[in-house]
């Protein structure tokens, strides 16, 4: 493993560098970019939640070329079979034998488009995949590509034709972000600049600010971000993201709260927005961020929150609200 050349104060400049070059293309997504890039370094998956057209794939497509990372997409649809996205051992005549090969899944950001359009054992194929970074065909182990990173995208508003994603497979996603509708002044920019682009988004130059050896040295580095309290005795983040998740439990409109797994996220990705910042420590406002991202598609509501279209993004924001913060 290379030795990391980057310090906490110039990944600051990395991001602003990697800001600048996707927000000539893209509109409004400051915050989305962040979030994703965040858990790339914390080498998490994204749900990204919305309706067609708001530039999901086009915001994937063009973090993948920024960073130098391979990109593939794969169209789910309900005839998709595992073997599509895993690959399949086929058939040498010239050395008389069965080879592997490979399917879109090894790359370095896969995009998974319309995932909820597939069937539940087309969904589980991406299971191993995203535990483990490897996938097993014929009793053989195949290791992907690092880093690696499933980039997932559902329609909020279809209910045709399409599989509701199960708890087991939501848990392996690190955070999920709902796109919104571009503002009017938004939409009014983004037909302004495409109206000077001459090409598709795909062929936009964009050049590669950084290496695969130096995205490895800020995957390295998030390890090295502080969350303990330096003051014997005083709770630091851990206790507090404990507190959270034992308040999604107690909330009267929730009947499971969130995860461990959730705990464990939420720390890594709070580490890695500290380090986006240029810090080499963790602070409650990062946290906050963290579980909006990490919480609500993991939580269960009650039935009769269900029935009244209770959002889970209010209840986690009335926990934080709730829940006292350790002192930075």
Partial sequence: MTECSYTFENVLHFYKRLDNMLSKYMVGF????????????SEGHVLLNGIPGVGKTALANSLARALGLSFKRIQFTPDLLPS????????????????????????????????????????????????????????????????????????????????????ALLDRFMVKI?????????????????????????????????????????????????????????????????????????????????????GLFTLQLSRALALLDGRNYVLPDDVKIAVLYTFPHRIILKPEARAANVDTKEIINEIIKGVEAPVP
Wanted: glycine share 4%; with cysteine; charged share 25%.
């Fill in 84 to 167: 599509d996205i895993l690959g399949t051992m086929v058939y040498n005549q010239k050395i008389n034998d069965f080879i592997f090969r490979q399917g879109p899944v090894f790359a370095n950001i896969v995009l998974a488009d319309e995932i909820n359009r597939a069937n539940p054992r087309t969904q589980s194929a991406l299971l191993q995949a995203m535990q483990e970074r490897k996938v097993s065909i014929e009793g053989k182990d195949y290791l992907l590509p690092r880093p690696f990173m499933v980039i997932a995208t559902q329609n909020p508003i279809e209910f045709t034709g399409v599989f509701p994603l199960p708890e």
């Fill in 178 to 262: 709902d796109i919104p509708l571009p503002s009017k002044e938004q939409k009014k920019e983004i037909l302004y600049r495409a109206n000077k682009l001459t090409r598709p988004f795909d062929e936009w130059d964009i050049e590669p600010i950084i290496s695969v050896d130096e995205l490895d040295c800020l995957m390295q580095l998030v390890y090295k971000v502080n969350y303990r309290s330096p003051v014997q005795g005083r709770p630091d983040i851990v206790d507090y993201i404990i507190d959270l998740i034992e308040a999604t439990w107690a909330h009267p409109k929730v009947e499971y709260g969130v995860s461990p797994r959730a």
């Fill in 30 to 41: 400051e915050l989305e970019l962040k979030i994703i890039t965040a858990t790339l370094l």
